[in-house]
């Protein structure tokens, strides 16, 4: 199976940034950024898809959702981030292991 | 530790030994051992081998974190990764995870088949074929292994003509029914889980005088909609539900998928559920072994967890 980037992109494009979904998650207090709770997840995985950039920040944004889906139950736009979330670490996985030099970790605040 | 260490150990110990820990696969149904279930049938218990393996999943974990901090730590990590390659089996002996532990995980399994045999005798067990479901790869997005592993375990379902599986915990039960039709052609298994089977019955299961908190796992709550069938199966015994403020489709998570990766995020987060839970009653039933193994870690002395198997098996 191949991860459809096109309807991925789509729907993470849907966000409208509320925030409703910072409120329910249980990473985002623990990491240094936005990154770690769902607003910031689906921006940095939009922005990968656009740029085709990793970063240490989208990396550890993307290893550090526990896939609990309490995000979707909120969004007003029904944004699935645990299935997205996954999907991508997929597409990291196929086709960007080689490129990924650094150790991937995920930070505490 | 590297997250990308642990994939690489993760996705090449489940494809050497079909297991994501180098154990032997005995202990995966030594559960039936003296239990009288029968080998063949019109419909399978499929455990998916996750409750047995959590115990030596823990260990393991730990046991990589814990020398993965050492000074010599990446040496001995890339060492375990070429260990890893040539025999698997090499690193069996260090993984010794509390007898305990395995004792109850094993008894809830066995609580589990004592409940569907009672719906129906006929029900079989899958003994040495029932492996692991791959689950874990799955989440991480390691397709590649999960492909290869996902095809393994349909083709032993083929071969032993099964066409319809009792699942019995969460993680199993959604990789069974979203990830195995994404990954493998023609994929054609019919898969239930143990609760939505029990509360579609009228099983008798005698009453109970018990006041209990419930942790809805967020896969059974939010990608499974296995909410209202727990709780039917709780009051059809007499006991009294408490609610946490989070739960039901909006339960939190018990931090335990992130116990791989980040420990301390992990127990971090449980220890903020398990104050949800303990401040509606002491007792709190579980329904994964994911999440009975992260609360328990950090509940304290006087708070009881019960996976509801037990709670279920009580009078029978």
Same mark, same amino acid.
């Given at each position: ?109 | ?24 696969? /005995? ?40 020398? /993965? ?192 990766? /980040? ?54």
């Amino acid at each position: 199976m191949k991860v459809n980037i096109k309807s991925l992109y789509d729907e993470v494009n849907r966000c409208v940034y509320c925030g409703f979904c910072e409120a329910v998650c249980p990473t985002i207090n623990l990491g240094p950024h936005r990154g770690y709770g769902p607003r910031g997840r689906v921006n940095l995985i939009k922005d990968f898809i656009e740029n085709k950039k990793i970063t240490t920040e989208f990396l550890a944004s993307v290893f550090s959702c526990l896939l609990c889906d309490a995000c979707l139950i909120v969004c007003p736009a029904k944004i699935d981030t645990g299935r997205i979330v996954r999907d991508v670490r997929s597409i990291i996985r196929n086709e960007y292991k080689s490129s990924i030099n650094e150790k991937i970790t995920i930070r505490e605040r | 530790m590297d997250v990308k260490d642990i994939m690489e150990l993760l996705g090449e110990i489940t494809i050497k030994t079909g297991l994501p820990v180098p154990i032997d696969k /005995s202990k995966i149904f030594e559960w039936a051992n003296n239990f009288n279930i029968n080998r063949k049938g019109e419909i399978y218990l499929y455990t998916g081998a996750l409750y047995q393996l959590i115990p030596y999943i823990n260990y393991t974990v730990k046991y990589l974190d814990s020398i /993965s901090k050492l000074p010599s730590g990446d040496s001995l990590i890339n060492l375990a990764k070429i260990i890893i390659k040539i025999s698997p089996y090499y690193l069996s002996s260090i993984i010794k995870p509390s007898i305990k532990e395995i004792n109850e995980n094993n008894a809830i399994v066995r609580n589990i088949a004592k409940l569907l045999i009672k719906i129906d005798k006929n029900i079989a067990y899958l003994y040495e074929d029932d492996i692991y479901s791959g689950v874990l790869l799955y989440d991480m997005g390691l397709d590649d292994y999960f492909s290869i592993h996902s095809q393994k375990v349909f083709k032993s379902f083929k071969n032993r003509n099964v066409k319809k599986i009792i699942t019995i915990d969460p993680h199993t039960t959604h990789v069974m029914r979203e990830g195995y039709q994404k990954f493998v052609d023609n994929y054609d298994i019919e898969v239930i889980n143990y609760l939505e089977l029990l509360s579609n019955t009228n099983i008798d299961l005698g009453k109970l005088n018990k006041t209990l908190t419930i942790h809805d796992p967020c896969v059974y709550s939010r990608y499974e909609n296995i909410v209202d069938q727990p709780r039917k199966l709780l009051k059809s015994m007499g006991i009294r539900i408490k609610e946490p403020k989070r739960s039901g489709k909006n339960t939190y998570c018990c931090g335990g998928p992130l116990e791989s990766l /980040s420990p301390k995020f992990s127990e971090d987060i449980a220890k903020s559920r398990i104050d949800q839970l303990l401040s509606q009653s002491d007792t709190i039933i579980t329904m994964c072994p994911i999440c009975k193994a992260n609360l328990s870690r950090v509940k304290p002395d006087y708070a009881k967890l019960i996976d509801i198997s037990e709670i279920l098996t009580s009078n029978i």
